[in-house]
């Protein structure tokens, strides 16, 4: 048996995980290893370092991934558990003024006024670019000037360097991001609320610790933490 379990989680969920290690290192008796914190698009993403073979102890992504996952082999589907929901925000660079989305229109006005939108390679960024742009008939503008935001780095970083004008991701995913003001939610006409679940991955040398960690994930004694990062418990 390892002394370790091993944590993949995809953007949104991070922060309030790395905030329980010391909760779910006490309760499992193990050190937890991160293996990564993006689901990311290359070759160290979640989805390629599961088809490489790399060992998951638990999982914890978007609903729909974890369930594709499940098919694909990669997690237990007895052990799939919705554990936070997260809303997506914008947010521009510190000492820019608020963002306007108080209406449909305004929202538009303030995606048209940016030069570069940054966006990831997740929930958030898909719904963005294939979503949202074509209700508001705007996408032959902005998908030259929308910027993929890979590697695991947040979108918030690129604003915060100057690099972007206003960033899109999960909520959770900004709030820790220095550098960046004004993390506003998306008009409700326009928002999209995901659930992002956890699992066990299928080649886990402890499932049963690994179980433990998620029920953890999903009890009253990790509501706050998940809260306080920007989520809310499933």
Excluded at 93 to 117: C, I, N, Y
Excluded at 180 to 201: R, W
Aim: net charge neutral; glycine share 8%.
């Amino acid at each position: 048996m390892t002394t370790e379990l091993r944590v993949m989680t995809s953007g949104a969920c991070t922060a309030a995980y790395r905030s329980l290690i010391p909760q779910l290192e006490s309760l499992t008796g193990k050190s937890m290893v991160t293996v990564t914190t993006s689901i990311g698009t290359g070759e160290t993403s979640i989805p390629n370092r599961l088809k490489r073979g790399e060992v998951a102890d638990v999982i914890i992504v978007a609903d729909e991934v974890l369930r594709k996952f499940i098919a694909d082999g990669y997690a237990l589907a007895d052990s799939h558990t919705p554990v936070a929901r997260s809303s997506i925000g914008i947010a521009v660079r510190a000492g820019a003024p608020a963002p306007d989305v108080s209406t449909p229109e305004a929202f538009k006005r303030t995606l048209l006024a940016a030069k570069t939108v940054a966006y990831s390679a997740s929930v958030s960024g898909n719904y963005l670019t294939q979503d949202v742009y074509q209700r508001l008939g705007i996408s032959d503008v902005m998908l030259p000037r929308s910027r993929l935001v890979t590697g695991g780095e947040r979108t918030g970083a690129v604003v915060a360097r100057g690099e972007a004008d206003l960033c899109c991701q999960q909520f959770s995913e900004l709030l820790p991001v220095e550098g960046i003001a004004h993390i506003t939610a998306l008009p409700p006409e326009f928002q999209k609320v995901s659930l992002f679940s956890a699992g066990v991955g299928s080649n886990s040398p402890d499932q049963a610790a690994a179980r433990r960690m998620i029920a953890f994930l999903t009890s009253p004694a990790a509501a706050e933490a998940i809260r306080k990062s920007g989520l809310d418990p499933a």
